[in-house]
């Protein structure tokens, strides 16, 4: 099988949830991190998730692909679909268990997108109730409020339960170790910040370590989407503009930016 081959073979068998599939993709050596967007023109074909593999099996809730593309080395810090990284595409989803696999996998829990929101600010403007509570619960920061989103956060109608979260939880002053496997509450003071991301914070330097080994060491120092990168408002316009040219296929993952 050729590389291109493969690699739009990878992402056909995920957009099918057929995990054989993807095995034999990567098998034939396609690129596990392959975007289709990324070289997409309005007029080309639109039958392929316009995302990675593990975007898209993020945001889709595929919580067995996901393990066997986190197994596989896919990146969690790749962006795609304007600059979101997997945490987000879950986030924004409201696919919670996704949500907790990828930070037990080192995932930075206040990964910034191109528009500086984080995946907290996402699930809550998508009224994930449930995501909110979780992110919050696994050290999501409350107070990161100056993205795209987070800037209106309370503004919106229907998310009110999920602002509410957000607000109690900005009220205690107390922020959870980064570490999953811990969450224990602290001041902010008094937890330590890991000094690469300055964004995860630990209880202990024995969490730290821990979070560190499971994969934040991947993730760390990658947290931030740079803004001499591509510009994310375009990158949002052709996600939409391939949206737009799509005949049928999944619709439900896709981010509203509009
Ligand atoms: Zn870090
Ligand atoms: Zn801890």
Redesign the pocket.
């Known amino acids: 099988m050729a590389e291109t081959d493969a690699n739009e073979f990878l992402l056909g068998a995920a957009a099918n949830g057929c995990i054989e599939g993807v095995k034999r993709a990567l098998e034939a050596g396609a690129d596990i991190d392959f975007d289709p967007l990324e070289n997409w023109s309005p007029g080309n074909d639109t039958s392929l998730p316009p995302s990675t593999a593990l975007h898209f099996a993020c945001g889709t809730g595929q919580l067995d692909l996901v393990r066997l593309l986190l197994r596989k080395g896919a990146s969690l810090v790749k962006r795609s679909m304007a600059a979101c990284a997997p945490l987000h595409a879950a986030a924004v989803n409201g696919k919670t268990e996704v949500v907790d696999l990828l930070v037990q996998h080192g995932a930075t829990v206040d990964i910034r997108d191109g528009f500086h929101d984080t995946p907290l600010m996402g699930a809550c403007h998508f009224k994930h109730v449930d995501t909110v509570r979780r992110l919050i619960e696994l050290g999501a920061r409350p107070d990161l409020t100056d993205g795209y989103i987070g800037q209106r956060l309370g503004t919106e109608a229907g998310n009110q339960e999920s602002v509410k979260l957000i607000q109690e939880a900005r009220r205690t002053k107390l922020l959870r170790?980064c570490?999953p496997k811990?969450g224990?509450p602290g001041k902010r003071k008094t937890l330590k910040l890991c000094a690469g991301c300055k964004l995860t914070r630990?209880?202990?330097r024995d969490?730290q370590i821990q979070h560190w080994s499971v994969g934040h060491k991947k993730c760390c120092g990658h947290d931030v989407c740079s803004i001499e990168g591509p510009d994310h408002f375009q990158l949002a316009k052709k996600l939409h503009m391939y949206v737009a040219e799509q005949q049928q296929g999944p619709s439900d993952f896709y981010i509203n930016l509009a």
């Open positions: 170790c570490n811990c224990k630990y209880c202990s969490c």
